[in-house]
């Protein structure tokens, strides 16, 4: 079992910055991928991107790509989502969610076996 709780999000102007948390609860954090997702106002839920369970493969959709940074630190069982020259149009509610599955992403919500709360992110023009 593990319990995922994000933390950072808030309102920023386009360009600025936002560093996401997800804390995990569970010994075994370590063993899981990890994905980020985000849910807009209407629309269907879209993966933004992943990281493997050791931290050593990352991947990001196109639309965040060179903007978003995601990386993991199992000694504290912590995953990040660094944003930076953020649009208006990642304006969304941000989810972590955790897989048992050992590839290096899943961008199917699907496979994710666990999920956070979400956090809302709001960029401002």
């Known amino acids: 079992q593990v319990q995922l709780v994000e933390s950072g999000g808030g309102l920023v102007q386009a360009g600025g910055s936002l560093r996401l948390s997800c804390a995990a609860s569970?010994?075994?954090?370590?063993?899981?991928?990890m994905g980020w997702f985000r849910q807009a106002p209407g629309k269907e839920r879209e993966f933004v991107g992943g990281?493997?369970?050791?931290?050593?493969?990352?991947y990001y959709e196109d639309s965040v790509k060179g903007r978003f940074t995601i990386s993991r630190d199992n000694a504290k069982n912590m995953v990040y989502l660094q944003m930076n020259s953020l649009k208006p149009e990642d304006t969304a509610v941000y989810y972590c969610?955790?897989?048992?599955?050992?590839?290096?992403?899943?961008?199917?919500?699907?496979?994710?076996?666990?999920w956070g709360q979400g956090t809302q992110v709001t960029v401002s023009s």
């Open positions: 969610a955790a897989t048992s599955n050992h590839g290096p992403y899943y961008s199917g919500s699907y496979y994710y076996d666990y």
């Open positions: 569970g010994r075994t954090f370590s063993s899981y991928t």
């Open positions: 990281i493997s369970w050791s931290g050593g493969s990352t």
